[in-house]
T-cell receptor, first 113, second 110 residues
């Protein structure tokens, strides 16, 4: 089955530690995205990547970093510089055009203790 | 950038009732989608509808691109329709950047 997988589903970390969230897709999509969702709020764009080895900052990129070494993978690192990292993180992907339909993974809930 | 406003912010329905959710956007778009976020957080694609009208079972959607709004209709609502409904757009000049509205939180009572 084609789709987007995110792991782990739940993640707990101590304050000050970097943590990397995984996102993999087998839809052969070119573009991939990371969003953050806080309780009761909408989605905010962290980073997006249109092609391999290229990515752009979204609206709330500070304290986050990404890489896009393979078409299928777009990992997100939440660094210790992110002041409020506890949130629900969603990964998405679309085809090669900006007007293509976007599909989402199941999300990772990160809690920083 | 494009602004997306959804209304109403919250909606409580009795099972079996109909409802209309609205999404207004501030600029021309090349992509508009409606999503349902279930209680586990999963975003489920409902409609990809940059213009025109589509129907899928009890749900239908209409986008009037020239007037910059989209409507999501839910008929004969069921308790499983509860959750948050998001509208998301990408603009003709924004490239791949997608903007989400704040969502409409729907609760359907049995």
């Amino acid at each position: 089955d084609g789709g987007i997988t995110q792991s782990p589903k739940y993640l707990f970390r101590k304050e000050g530690q970097n943590v990397t969230l995984s996102c993999e897709q087998n839809l052969n999509h070119d573009a991939m995205y990371w969003y953050r969702q806080d309780p009761g709020q909408g989605l905010r764009l962290i980073y997006y990547s249109q092609i391999v080895n290229d990515f752009q900052k979204g609206d709330i990129a500070e304290g986050y970093s990404v890489s896009r070494e393979k078409k299928e993978s777009f990992p997100l690192t939440v660094t210790s510089a992110q002041k409020n990292p506890t949130a629900f993180y969603l990964c998405a992907s679309t085809g090669q055009y900006s007007y293509n339909e976007q599909f989402f993974g199941p999300g990772t809930r990160l809690t920083v203790l | 950038g494009i602004q997306v406003e959804q209304s109403p912010p919250d909606l409580i329905l009795q099972e079996g009732a109909n409802s209309t959710l609205r999404c207004n956007f501030s600029d021309s778009v090349n992509n508009l989608q409606w999503f349902h976020q279930n209680p586990w957080g999963q975003l489920i694609n409902l409609f990809y509808i940059p213009s025109g009208t589509k129907q899928n079972g009890r749900l239908s959607a209409t986008t009037v691109a020239t007037e910059r709004y989209s409507l999501l209709y839910i008929s004969s609502s069921q308790t499983t329709d509860s959750g948050v409904y998001f509208c998301a757009v990408s603009g003709n000049t924004g490239g791949f950047k997608t903007i989400f509205g704040a969502g409409t939180r729907l609760f359907v009572k049995a």
